[in-house]
């Protein structure tokens, strides 16, 4: 009696067990603290310097201005007479950042992690996401301040980030340039 007792305590624990494993664990308070990390650091450069869910990011296609299929734009980034080709992506922000072309604006560091700058007149962030994961070359908005981003480095889901398109090449000279520079930004040909 005692054996099928166990047997069956086993056979139940093992159940139990596999029930466990198969469900997935409910998402990390650390997330959010990370945000709330973000964020904090965001405001306490604000004061001492002038500066949920994920986006997926189209895919960059390469080849006209526009892309009829996507509606993706190509815009020219020039720094030093060095050309980056940027593909916007077809959203609110990046129509309107289309549309003011071409700018010219002045990107200093931020953090170790992006170029910044600043626009004079606000993009349209109308039924914009309010939260963005930022990769390597991506080109971005960050909302409160009304700044522009150029990502060198990978950084994490950040409030008010939103994504604008993606820098098509390496950007290995934007992120190890170390004083600020003026940037042309004009539609493609």
Excluded at 96 to 113: A, H, K
Excluded at 141 to 168: E, M, Q, V
């Amino acid at each position: 009696m005692k054996k099928g007792v166990l047997i069956i305590l086993g056979a139940f624990i093992c159940f139990a067990l596999s029930a466990c494993v198969s469900h997935p664990a409910a998402p990390s308070v650390s997330g959010q603290s990370s945000q709330q990390e973000q964020s904090d650091i965001q405001n306490s450069n604000e004061s001492s310097n002038t500066q949920s869910t994920q986006t997926q990011k189209p895919e960059s296609s390469l080849g006209n201005t526009e892309t009829s299929e996507t509606g993706e734009q190509k815009v020219k980034l020039t720094i030093d007479g060095q050309e980056f080709q940027v593909t916007l992506y077809d959203t609110p922000a990046a129509n309107s950042l289309y549309n003011m072309l071409p700018l010219e604006v002045t990107f200093e560091d931020f953090n170790g992690i992006e170029k910044i700058a600043y626009l004079d007149n606000e993009l349209s962030t109308e039924g914009e996401p309010n939260e963005f994961d930022p990769d390597v070359g991506d080109f971005c908005l960050y909302a409160p301040w009304g700044n522009l981003s150029i990502f060198y480095k990978d950084f994490h889901n950040s409030n008010g980030l939103i994504s604008l398109g993606h820098i098509d090449f390496s950007i290995d000279v934007i992120g190890s340039m170390s004083e600020d520079f003026s940037a042309l930004l004009e539609k493609a040909e």
